[in-house]
């Protein structure tokens, strides 16, 4: 029985402790907002208010410049055939060169027949959203 009155009277004094220390974490947490609040407030002494002038910042030039009229120039496509990644690669003569002109008609244009070995819209898998013929 002593032990018992021991070990309650122990607990009841952690208890009583932890409240302490609950109280002591709320005060020093009420100190601290007081604190953050004075030195706001101090550092919005130091401030001022901005001058707002008006004044445009963008002034019309007294003397516009003509517009330039627009001159079509065409395309070099060629221009930029030496620029790539850095590689220089010698000259072979092949069969297959591809001429520095570019085209001016597309064998796809709608006037065109295209005469490929699959057709217009065809390809070796067959036409797109159908069943192909060759592959059944």
Do not use: W
Not at 113 to 129: I, L
């Amino acid at each position: 029985t002593l032990a018992y009155n021991f070990l309650q009277m122990l607990d009841l004094q952690s208890s009583q402790i932890q409240e302490m220390e609950s109280q002591i974490n709320h005060i020093s947490q009420t100190v601290a907002i007081h604190k953050e609040k004075v030195a706001r407030r101090e550092i919005g002494v130091l401030t001022t208010n901005k001058c707002s002038n008006r004044q445009y910042k963008i002034i019309a030039p007294a003397n516009p410049e003509r517009p330039i009229k627009y001159v079509r120039k065409p395309i070099d496509y060629g221009a930029l055939d030496e620029i790539g990644h850095g590689v220089k690669i010698a000259h072979q003569n092949t069969p297959r060169q591809l001429s520095k002109r570019p085209s001016t008609s597309s064998p796809y244009a709608p006037g065109n027949q295209y005469s490929g070995q699959y057709g217009p819209g065809r390809s070796q898998y067959g036409s797109v959203g159908n069943v192909s013929q060759n592959s059944a």
